[in-house]
Structure formats: C-alpha cells, structure tokens
C-alpha cells in the first residue's frame, strides 16, 4: 500500500520508523513548517523531519493541507492511505478524498475521551488511572471518526507526561499495523469500525502558559497530577514570597503527596534542610526537585543548602 505519513511531533515518531520498515511504501512525509525561534530561544526541532530527512524521503511542509498548495502536493504523491499522527491540522473533506482509502489517525486517548491536542496531560493532570491509544477512521470532524483499533494502558502512579507519552507511542505501533490491515481488506462502501459514542466525549485543548500556577488550595494530590501533566511545558510553577525581597519564581519539577498538620494554603509546614513540604488545601506537598528562576533544577536538599526557606514563609501567587 502506498501511504503518505502526516505528522511533527515526537509522539509520531516510533509509528514513522515503523511504517518505513514495514512491507507498505511510505511515499512522503508530510509535516508542518517550524516557525523561526523568537529572541535568544533555540530553533525549535521537528523529529519526524529529522527521520525522513536521514532516510531521503520526500518531504513536503505546506503551510496549511488544505490550501490548494497542499491538496496539489497530495494529488502529485498520490496515496493509497493518509497515515496521521501528532500533525496539528485537521483535514478537510477534499484532502481526505485525495486518498481512496481516506485517513487514520493514532491519537493518544480512549476516544470519545479527550479530544483534542493535549490528551496525555489532561488525563494525568485529572488524575486517571488509565487511558490508551485509538486509531481512527479520519472525518473532518476532530477526533471524531469511526474507531478502528483501541489499546487499553494503565497510568503508573509517578508517571509523568514525557514517560507516559513514550509509552503510549510504543503502543500505537502495533494498532496502527492492524488497522491499516482492516483497511487492506475493506470493500470501501460498508461502514468499518465503531462509531464513537458522542455523549460521552470529552476535550483536551492545547496548554496555555498560565495553567502551570499553582493554586495552593487545592488538595496536594492535584498539584501533584499538575506536575506530572505540565511536564515539560509550561512548568508547574509558584513564587516563593520572601520578606523584604523580590517574590522568587520556583518551579517544582517533582512533588509527592506528604502528611501536613492544619495551615494556611501556600504555608511552607517542613523546612528542615532535607524536606521542603508545604501546606495545600488538603494534605502537604513535599517538593521533591525544584529549579529557581534561571536556574537548573536541583533536589529539595539542595535547593534548600543555597536557599534560607523557612517554616512560615508563604508560597503562592503575586498580587
């Protein structure tokens, strides 16, 4: 089958290496173009430009699919199949009509739950226990096609959006192999797959910088799960409101939930040289690495060796 592989992101990449080492053709990568880095920020990467450019595969970066710039580049490479994954455009009815046998798309949820760009972190940041992967039968809806193949994963206590991601992808692999073969021996007019359940469905919007502040009345376990979902951006961060000095940006790169006696929200509770622990709306956060505005991240212990923190100081919010 000849296939044209959508998709920029690092999510995309284990399902690339694995279709361009499968038995069908991939034709042509097809990812969205970089934007130029803003000040002193580094050039943004894009992995699966990287893997198509090592293995000399045609490569096409249209600013939009659906203008008639990129339906051309479709209707010149002619694909059996779209293979999508991590793109971040949705295709119109007219792309998807270029190929006979449409699109699909791995997405990195249990469909109808979580839709959209970000469902890795909100399913950790809502504290799931579990979560997936789907492959679906593209329409112009998003995330809305019939589904294909799903895989059923469990979320590790600790595990953090990059790990979970990972794995996810890993697992994407052998669901993307299987519904592709659905698809080999579809007659192309009988409905395939299962339609999603509507009513059920549920959206993951893309991040925004400000939801990385804490908000120290929350229970510890979701500042937790803020922590474990903001990774590695925006950050889950706070300020640390020091008595006359300037408020010090943190960010808490790791957290756990501790045992914490009745405080203020936002009251730094344990401050003894090892443990850093501060009071939340329920229970007490214990810091676990955290990093200093422009600074690295360090462990509490070493933060705390640089850093006078003490019991009673106040972390929250700027006013």
């Given at each position: 089958m000849r296939l044209v592989m959508m998709g920029t992101g690092p999510f995309a990449v284990p399902m690339f290496a694995a279709l361009l080492a499968s038995r069908h053709e991939v034709a042509a990568l097809i990812t969205r173009p970089m934007p130029p880095p803003k000040g002193r920020e580094k050039s943004p990467t894009n992995p699966m430009r990287d893997l198509a450019e090592s293995r000399g595969l045609s490569l096409h970066t249209p600013d939009s699919i659906?203008?008639?710039?990129?339906?051309?580049?479709?209707?010149?490479?002619?694909?059996?199949?779209?293979?999508?994954?991590?793109?971040g455009q949705i295709l119109s009815p007219?792309?998807?009509?270029?190929?006979?046998?449409?699109?699909?798309?791995?997405?990195?949820?249990?469909?109808?739950?979580?839709?959209?760009?970000?469902?890795?972190?909100?399913?950790?940041w809502n504290?799931?226990?579990?979560?997936?992967?789907?492959?679906?039968?593209?329409?112009?809806?998003?995330?809305?096609?019939?589904?294909?193949?799903?895989?059923?994963?469990?979320?590790?206590?600790?595990?953090?959006?990059?790990?979970?991601?990972?794995?996810?992808?890993?697992?994407g692999v052998s669901a993307v192999q299987e519904a592709i073969d659905m698809l080999?021996?579809?007659?192309?007019?009988?409905?395939?797959?299962?339609?999603?359940?509507a009513s059920q469905a549920t959206k993951a919007p893309r991040l925004k910088k400000e939801m990385?502040?804490?908000?120290?009345?929350?229970?510890?376990?979701?500042?937790?799960?803020?922590?474990?979902?903001?990774?590695?951006?925006?950050?889950?961060?706070t300020f640390w409101r020091r008595a006359g000095?300037?408020?010090?940006?943190?960010?808490?790169?790791?957290?756990?939930?501790?045992?914490?006696e009745d405080s203020a929200p936002g009251n730094v509770f344990v401050s003894d040289g090892q443990?850093?622990?501060v009071a939340t709306g329920q229970g007490g956060l214990s810091i676990e690495a955290i990093a200093p505005a422009?600074?690295?991240?360090?462990?509490?212990?070493?933060?705390?060796?640089?850093?006078?923190v003490r019991v009673g100081d106040k972390f929250g919010a700027v006013t």
């Open positions: 659906n203008t008639e710039e990129g339906l051309a580049v479709l209707r010149q490479i002619a694909p059996d199949l779209l293979a999508v994954c991590d793109y007219e792309a998807l009509s270029i190929a006979p046998l449409g699109g699909i798309n791995l997405h990195a949820s249990l469909l109808p739950k979580y839709r959209g760009a970000a469902p890795i972190h909100w399913a950790l504290g799931e226990r579990e979560t997936g992967v789907s492959v679906i039968h593209m329409t112009p809806r998003l995330d809305g096609g019939p589904i294909l193949v799903q895989r059923v994963a469990s979320i590790g206590d600790e595990e953090t959006q990059p790990e979970l991601e990972q794995r996810l992808a890993a697992i080999e021996k579809w007659d192309r007019t009988s409905s395939i797959g299962t339609p999603q359940d990385g502040a804490v908000d120290w009345t929350k229970s510890a376990d979701e500042i937790r799960n803020q922590v474990r979902a903001l990774k590695p951006w925006p950050g889950t961060f000095q300037e408020p010090l940006r943190l960010v808490i790169d790791a957290a756990r939930v501790a045992q914490a443990q850093l622990i422009g600074k690295r991240h360090m462990s509490a212990a070493e933060f705390l060796r640089g850093y006078r």
